[in-house]
């Protein structure tokens, strides 16, 4: 592997409030930001809702200096599940798109959209027999999700023109920048995997055919938008699975990312089958569960690195800026349970995110539990403007939601 060392001098005098300047002059008020975090609030076919702009004009308040939208998909088919917003690029798409963008950046913060493709994490009440790498199903969840069958190679080429056509649209629209999901077992990620990608032609093989995808897409996406309008990825550190992409694999695809000289990195890890970005019981014993392989990546790349997962102390966060383990600071379930926490976060370096979690012991099922409860805190900033808070009952989160897995 040829290291890139990093080129930046980190000033010790740079903070959690401090303000954050690209090369291109494009800066964010501060070092906090509102990671992605699937809303589920669009109409079923795809298309913006109230309810989606209510929620970031109470996120785009918090006082944090950048936002990642949740993952938006670039195709109706491509699509993860019902209420998943698509990115209609049509006249009536750039109105919704237009009015979401000055939404979330009225009050100073940058507004990046998360750009996606589900791949084989598609629900099958979506109606659409997902395209993936190799026709590998999910394990562990039943019927839930639909087998996947391998993309043809004019299917593939469709979806390097729909992120390029995304991107290029939203930046019209006027938002800020955009994020391309590699992570977390979605389609791009599902090409990195030795695991999923089973193929014998020139997407599959050695690393360097599985990253072809990202690769290209991230080459056209640059090409055809402005310098100021930013372009990043968000990577696994691992899929924490057994013979499939690992750290070693990540660093790799880093140093080929950052010779395109993408605008951020976000660090992440798993998959719905190992779900890591979820935490453990063993990495909720700390905070950031990704801040080693950040060590790792400062090693290998200058890129501006972001690390979500795990933050919850003003003072904390304060100590990883001013010491150079990132450059920003990605949170998002604690912005769930407590919507105005970055003014906090910033105003006081006492300030500590409330702990909201209550597992069964059953890896599936908790994982489940968690993430229909956060839904029906999300659910409730957007009609509100208030969160449920942390004693929200989790037991009516299940029943309310488990409906809307299986049938849409």
Same mark, same amino acid.
């Given at each position: 592997?040829?290291?890139i060392?990093?080129?930046?001098v980190?000033d010790?005098?740079?903070s959690?409030?401090?303000v954050?300047?690209w090369?291109t002059g494009?800066?964010?008020?501060?070092?906090?930001?509102?990671a992605?975090?699937?809303?589920?609030?669009?109409?079923?076919?795809?298309?913006?809702t109230k309810?989606?702009l209510?929620?970031?004009?109470?996120?785009?308040?918090s006082?944090?200096?950048?936002i990642?939208?949740?993952?938006?998909?670039?195709s109706?088919?491509?699509?993860s599940?019902?209420?998943n917003?698509v990115?209609?690029?049509?006249d009536?798409g750039?109105?919704?798109?237009?009015e979401?963008?000055?939404?979330?950046q009225?009050?100073g913060?940058?507004?990046?959209?998360?750009?996606n493709?589900a791949?084989?994490?598609?629900?099958?009440?979506?109606?659409?027999? =997902?395209?993936?790498?190799?026709?590998? =199903?999910l394990e562990?969840y039943g019927?839930?999700?639909?087998?996947?069958?391998?993309?043809?190679?004019?299917?593939l080429?469709?979806?390097?023109?729909d992120f390029?056509?995304s991107a290029v649209f939203?930046?019209k629209?006027?938002f800020?920048?955009?994020?391309?999901?590699?992570?977390?077992?979605?389609?791009?990620s599902?090409f990195?995997s030795p695991?999923?990608?089973?193929?014998?032609?020139?997407w599959?093989? =050695?690393?360097?055919n599985?990253a072809s995808?990202?690769?290209?897409i991230?080459?056209?996406v640059k090409d055809?938008?402005?310098e100021?309008?930013?372009?990043?990825?968000?990577?696994?550190?691992a899929d924490?699975?057994?013979?499939?992409f690992?750290?070693?694999?990540?660093?790799q695809?880093?140093e080929?990312l950052?010779?395109?000289?993408?605008d951020?990195?976000?660090i992440?890890?798993?998959?719905?089958?190992?779900?890591?970005?979820m935490?453990?019981?063993?990495?909720?014993?700390?905070?950031?569960?990704?801040?080693?392989?950040?060590e790792?990546?400062?090693?290998?790349?200058?890129?501006?690195?972001?690390?979500?997962g795990?933050?919850?102390?003003?003072?904390?966060?304060?100590?990883c800026?001013?010491?150079?383990?990132c450059?920003?600071?990605g949170?998002?379930?604690?912005?769930?349970?407590?919507?105005?926490?970055p003014?906090?976060?910033?105003?006081?370096?006492?300030?500590?995110?409330?702990?909201?979690?209550?597992r069964l012991?059953?890896?599936?099922?908790?994982n489940m539990?968690?993430?229909?409860?956060?839904?029906?805190?999300?659910?409730?900033i957007?009609?509100?403007?208030?969160s449920l808070?942390?004693?929200?009952?989790?037991?009516?989160?299940?029943?309310?939601?488990?409906?809307k897995v299986?049938?849409g």
């Open positions: 592997m040829n290291m060392k990093p080129e930046k980190k010790k005098a740079e959690l409030d401090s954050y300047t090369s494009v800066s964010t008020n501060n070092r906090l930001v509102k992605s975090t699937e809303e589920l609030l669009a109409e079923k076919d795809g298309r913006m309810g989606m209510s929620l970031y004009d109470t996120w785009g308040a006082g944090v200096g950048m990642l939208t949740g993952n938006m998909f670039v109706q088919e491509g699509k599940r019902n209420g917003l990115i209609f690029r049509d009536q750039l109105a919704e798109q237009s979401l963008a000055k939404r979330i009225a009050h913060a940058k507004g990046i959209v998360q750009i493709h791949g084989r994490q598609a629900m099958a009440h979506t109606g659409f027999q =997902p395209i993936a790498p190799s026709a590998v =199903p562990g019927s839930i999700f639909q087998a996947p069958r391998a993309a043809t190679e004019d299917e080429e469709q979806v390097i023109d390029v056509e939203l930046e629209a006027g800020a920048g955009v994020e391309i999901h590699a992570a977390h077992g979605y389609l791009l599902q990195l695991l999923l990608n089973l193929r014998e032609d020139r599959g093989g =050695p690393l360097e599985r995808l990202l690769l290209q991230v080459d056209r055809a938008v402005s100021t309008f930013l372009v990043g990825v968000k990577l696994n550190s924490f699975q057994r013979g499939g690992g750290e070693d694999d990540s660093l695809v880093i080929w950052s010779e395109r000289e993408i951020f990195l976000e992440s890890g798993g998959n719905y089958e190992s779900p890591a970005m935490g453990s019981e063993s990495t909720q014993k700390r905070e950031a569960y990704f801040l080693s392989f950040a790792r990546v400062r090693a290998v790349s200058s890129v501006t690195l972001i690390v979500t795990g933050f919850r102390s003003s003072s904390f966060m304060d100590d800026i001013r010491d150079g383990e450059d920003l600071i949170i998002a379930r604690p912005m769930i349970v407590e919507p105005d926490l003014k906090r976060l910033l105003e006081s370096r006492e300030t500590v995110a409330l702990q909201a979690r209550d012991g059953i890896k599936t099922l908790d539990l968690q993430t229909f409860w956060y839904k029906r805190h999300i659910a409730s957007a009609q509100t403007g208030q808070g942390p004693r929200a009952s989790r037991v009516w989160a299940l029943l309310t939601e488990i409906p299986l049938w």
